[in-house]
């Protein structure tokens, strides 16, 4: 039994990452910006949460400037893209690569330095029920903060105004701008939550996952992360079900070869990948459906009064 | 965009006042990594090795380095502009700059080049690399010493010979104590990926293996090892800060002593390209300071580390391969060939190696 307890925790730990830049990314998608710097957000998030973190002694103060650092770098997104309306393929790509050499000359001073741990959550009585005990009152602080704000973006763009107001904007900027919507200003909120949570998730990265700092340490998790978008034809609760089966398999590959399975490792290390697209592509079969989800004027740049 | 330029910017400017700090009469010693000299691992390591060329030479040597080069064309480049900028003695520590390191040694016959890891040699070009394997077989000894389940949980990056020699050495020097000792190896195919690492060390605790040894590069799985309060082996450096209860010892390169060495000899003169392959004795591979352990544990190792120094080879014979079939003959010392291409296991290893 304890076994599998630890293999649900450490799947979790897994996902997670994956499930709060994916969501962010999602929203970003959601209102007609295509934002690929996913990658380098993260590791400004995972280099700002370790220093943060490292020079206070506060995980907490650690987590914050992780979703502080991803908010601000994803601004320089923002500006090129919305204001400047440059290719957001081209910038976003930037975003990646400046992302990741900025972070290695911020952490310079950082290796090799171990860094704070956010603590589990540890409910006197309840952490310590069997089995469910620790599933659902002993995890990480950022596994919860996770699920809620899965189920808060699935509420705020299918169930308020105000969601379905940016849905409106990522199919038809034109239209939206003509009924008075202030289009730039959506985009703007959107990229900058993107980026908020691509920094959080690196932020769970150095902060929980692998308490360290060292250069690349997100080891193209950003990647995955938008890719789950994507083969989560743009719904919340796939991008939720698509991170638990990536960090599922991925686990169970591991466990596999462990296990002593004959099956060679590399193909084992490429069936996370494979699953994942296989299990996404049969939820969304509905090609009806899932056109009408794909926002329409998703990666175009909008230039009012032009 | 501006605060691209004005990375863009300060960049070239410390470019160029690196270029006109260079003075004539200073050797000009360069490296070429292909990491980050962050990861606190194989790279990192190698550049510890040029600071200490800094402190030793002093102002009698001047150094630079390119990190982040990538195995294959790139690497041509990044060879060919250190040669055109004056270093005078090049350093590539990867074992993919090999080719690229071959080509442009032949473009500057004056420059001096040498490879680490490699088989390739020339007029100008010398190779060097460390006996990675002699640590492993007491880092065996001790996981079989330490361990209560008798099984360790083994993780590796790619079956290359260098890796596979390890695992190799490992089992040898934990059969040596616990002939029925058992490795559960899991490859992640990656030489870095913290978390990846991390969760390979949940797998093999949660399967039952107390001692985690790795051949990848972070401190991730030595971290999960000190949560769960067991044990493992650092790799590279010495990652004691992260594990402070949990690692035994850790396998380190000490690549500093034979670089000066070179530049010493490049500076008088006397440089010839060599073919050298260092080891404990050579103080190129190290063992950090014993820890967690009790005494007994720690003076077997000790003393193995010596009998290692002293010329014995962990690969003497009788070995018989994985299949039982024989390899070494008693007292039979396998050659530097057959293991700089080692491509299978020998007997005790329980695991299938991926072709």
Sequence with gaps: ?306 | MKKLLIALMTTTAALSLAASAEAADKLKACWVYTGPIGDFGYSYQHDQGRLEVEKALGDKVETAYLENVSEGPDADRAFERLAREGCKLIFGTSFGFMDAEVKVAKKFPKVMFEHATGYKTGDNLGIYNARFYEGRYVLGQIAAKESKSGVAGYIVSFPIPEVVMGINSFMLGAQSINPNFKAKIVWVNSWFDPGKEADAAKALFDQGADIIVQHTDSTAALQVAEERKLHGFGQSSDMIKFAPNAQLTSLTDEWGPYYISRVQAAIDGTWKPDNVWLGIKDGAVKLAPYTNMPDDVKAMAEATGKKIAGGWNPFTGPIAKQDGSAWLKDGEVADDGTLLGMNFYVKGVDDKLPQ
């Design chain 1, 1 to 306: 039994m304890d076994i599998t307890v630890n293999i649900l925790l450490t799947i979790a730990t897994a996902a997670t990452p994956l499930l709060i830049a994916a969501i962010g990314e999602l929203v970003v998608e959601r209102s007609g910006v295509l934002n690929l710097g996913v990658e380098g957000m993260m590791i400004m998030g995972a280099v700002g949460g370790f220093g943060a973190g490292y020079l206070t002694g506060s995980p907490w103060i650690g987590l914050l400037a992780a979703i502080a650092m991803g908010a601000l770098f994803s601004l320089l997104f923002a500006v090129m893209t919305l204001s400047l309306a440059t290719n957001q393929v081209a910038t976003g790509l930037s975003l990646t690569l400046l992302g990741l050499g900025l972070s290695g000359m911020i952490g310079t001073s950082f290796v090799g330095q171990p860094g704070v741990r956010l603590p589990n959550l540890d409910i006197p009585g309840l952490s310590s029920i069997p089995v469910v005990g620790k599933l659902l009152f002993g995890q990480d602080p950022v596994f919860y903060i996770s699920i809620v704000l899965t189920a808060a973006v699935m509420w705020f763009l299918f169930k308020t105004r105000t969601g379905l107001t940016l849905r409106s904007i990522g199919d038809s900027h034109t239209s939206a701008h003509a009924l008075g919507i202030k289009v730039i200003r959506y985009r703007y909120l959107a990229v900058i939550f993107g980026g908020a949570c691509a920094g959080l998730a690196g932020g769970h990265l150095s902060l929980v996952y692998t308490p360290q700092w060292v250069e690349n340490m997100t080891a193209g998790r950003g990647w995955i992360a938008l890719a789950l978008v994507v083969f989560a034809s743009w719904r919340p609760w796939r991008v939720l079900a698509g991170a638990y089966i990536f960090g599922a398999v991925w686990i169970g590959q591991l466990h596999a070869q462990a296990f002593g399975i004959p099956v060679p490792s590399q193909m084992l290390s490429s069936l996370p990948y494979l699953a994942t697209v296989v299990v996404l592509v049969l939820i969304s079969r509905n090609k009806r459906l899932t056109m009408m989800n794909t926002p329409a004027s998703l990666g175009q740049p909008f230039v009012p009064d032009r």
